[in-house]
């Protein structure tokens, strides 16, 4: 099988008309080579069940972030050995075992609505740096972020401190440092799980 670093590999940008058509609107010629791709508009569980077996293959970027999606299913995308960046759809839950796996994902962009990130949904993503939680995030799950060696920085946007497991960011860099919002930041020091963490004050 031809390794992905010597394909020539392309990118498109595709808007759907109704969820669950992105098979018909991408040829299957295009499967093995597409290397990027941004779709837009409302999408469904097919859709995401597609893109996730061509991450398995040569697909690297997905970009949703102007798509939108009831539910992720559980354990969307685990296993995508070739994703290293995805922005995702407007939905209100990281689903668990989401991005389990995922040794290359080093750049995720979370949507604003996301207010849970569930069990296992970032374990083992060892290349990941960068998270951003944004203003909505309530639930942060079992191993959520666990084992993921490089994740050196997160930026938290809410300003209460999210509910989490003590194995939420287990085995991350012990070097890590959590960005707090001004607003928030004396809840986040006074928090029996968050105080625990090298926390930095930041203006959003």
């Known amino acids: 099988m031809e390794d992905v670093q010597t394909k ?25 080579t597409i290397g990027s791709i941004k779709v837009m508009r409302t999408i469904g569980v097919k859709d995401i069940a597609l893109l996730s077996g061509l991450a398995h293959n040569s697909l690297q970027n997905i970009d949703l972030q102007d798509a939108s999606i ?3 299913p559980d354990g969307a995308f685990e296993h995508c050995d070739e994703l290293v960046s995805i922005s995702l759809p407007s ?20 949507a604003k609505r996301i207010a849970t990130i569930e069990e296992n949904a ?10 951003t939680l944004p203003t909505n995030i309530s639930i942060i799950g079992k191993k959520a972020f666990a ?10 946007e ?7 497991s003590n194995d939420s960011f287990v085995s991350i860099n012990n070097n890590s440092e959590f960005y707090i919002v001004r607003q928030g ?11 625990n963490f090298n926390l930095i004050e930041y203006i959003l």
């Open 147 to 156: 084992n993921c060696p490089n994740l050196s920085t997160i930026v938290c």
């Open 70 to 72: 009831s539910n992720i």
């Open 122 to 131: 970032f374990l083992n993503c060892l290349a990941i740096q960068k998270i």
């Open 8 to 32: 020539k590999l392309t990118a498109t940008v595709i808007a759907l008309d109704e969820p669950n058509t992105l098979r018909d609107r991408l040829g299957s010629s295009e499967w093995a």
């Open 158 to 164: 809410a300003s209460y401190p999210p509910i989490c």
């Open 185 to 195: 930041f004396e809840e986040y020091k006074n928090d029996v799980f968050w105080k």
């Open 91 to 110: 939905c209100n839950t990281i689903p668990k075992n989401c991005f389990k796996d995922c040794i290359k994902l080093k750049n995720v962009t979370i």
